[in-house]
């Protein structure tokens, strides 16, 4: 296969959809849409992204976005543990709280940031705070993705040396009661394990023969379900939720990688349901990388190089290597196109893209 020829990452187009309270949600072409505000969603994975970018530069420079998307999480905390979702451009929450998804992919965000040694310790304390708060309504997730989401961020914080034996943030009262019930280890040991269970048992119930999935349908943010049970996998030792993981993967990957050995994510417009034919388009950014990550767990797990090939083919996707056969980075900006249409790319160049492009440059180029 031929090998593609890719620019180095052009990460200022992040900066440039950020502004002193967060990364703007959408884009008209390339400049930030100020009518669409901003959403927690994209804050926490431009959170990861940031993380990711810092943690392999000497740009001193991330540590401040870094901190802004940090402090939107933050501020997008009800006193409950919950989160709030989408923003206006006048900084007023237009929700009291938001979905599932949104507090799953919070997690996740700060779950990782605790992994990279590179943050301050004193960031690093606002996401164990966060995380803290959130654990109660984290243990009562019941949606599919928003479980994976939250399961991968709290399989980063205990797979992580150290990001618990000095959690707690008040030293002056270290060994009282409050302490022993900050990020209580084994209750989010039980946690991931209770999440993964009911994404077990959520598989057996749809598969089949002809079907090794999780739903009867096909929709967003699918490799996150095998990904999370990679990781409850490490986290408890259990063969059967690897046995999944690799199970289901292995179905997505057949579904989504052409005759021709390119990525092609399930579309947007229309899905895939059981027994019916998948919808061509619009093909999402964010499902290369989601893909990219959980065949880079895979590798990582299994230790088959064809799990880091077919991870390196969902970094190809943005680079040309897929149905339209264009790039989806823009070469001027080094901004990520929205998706591939029916009639072509689609020309704005939002957050969800950018960060899902850096992630994935990131994690193949730094592996």
Request: hydrophobic share 35%; aromatic share 12%.
């Amino acid at each position: 296969m031929e090998k593609l020829k890719i620019k180095p990452l052009q990460s200022e187009y992040l900066r440039r959809l950020t502004d002193d309270t967060g990364i703007f949600q959408h884009t008209k072409f390339g400049i930030p849409d100020r009518s669409k505000g901003y959403t927690t969603d994209d804050n926490a994975r431009a959170l990861i992204a940031a993380v990711m970018l810092h943690g392999n530069s000497e740009d001193e420079g991330w540590i401040d976005l870094i901190t802004t998307y940090l402090s939107f999480v933050h501020h997008a905390q009800n006193e409950d543990g919950s989160f709030r979702n989408f923003m206006d451009y006048n900084r007023n929450f237009i929700e009291n709280i938001g979905s599932e998804d949104c507090l799953g992919r919070c997690v996740w965000a700060l779950g990782f940031a605790l992994s990279e040694p590179a943050v301050p310790d004193n960031l690093l304390n606002s996401c164990r705070y966060m995380i803290n708060q959130a654990l109660p309504r984290v243990a009562e997730l019941r949606s599919p993705r928003a479980m994976a989401y939250a399961i991968i961020g709290l399989s980063y914080l205990l797979e992580t040396k150290d990001s618990l034996s000095y959690a707690f943030p008040y030293p002056y009262i270290e060994k009282s009661e409050e302490a022993f019930k900050f990020l209580p280890h084994k209750r989010i040991r039980e946690i991931v394990e209770e999440m993964a269970d009911r994404l077990q048992l959520q598989y057996d119930h749809y598969d089949r023969s002809d079907w090794h999935w999780f739903e009867d349908s096909i929709t967003y943010g699918n490799a996150m379900l095998p990904w999370a049970l990679f990781k409850a996998s490490r986290i408890s030792g259990r063969k059967d939720l690897r046995y999944t993981a690799k199970s289901s993967l292995d179905f997505l990957a057949s579904l989504t990688f052409t005759s021709d050995g390119y990525f092609k994510p399930i579309g947007s417009n229309g899905w895939l349901v059981r027994g019916e034919e998948a919808a061509l388009h619009d093909e999402q950014p964010i499902e290369a990388c989601e893909m990219l990550l959980a065949f880079h767990e895979a590798y990582e797990i299994l230790g088959s190089p064809s799990y880091f090939n077919k991870a390196s083919l969902c970094l190809d996707w943005f680079h040309g290597r897929n149905s339209s056969k264009q790039s989806m980075i823009d070469p001027q900006t080094g901004g990520c196109y929205d998706g591939i249409h029916a009639d072509g790319l689609n020309l704005n160049q939002g957050s969800e893209n950018i960060i899902s492009y850096c992630i994935a440059h990131t994690v193949i180029h730094h592996a």
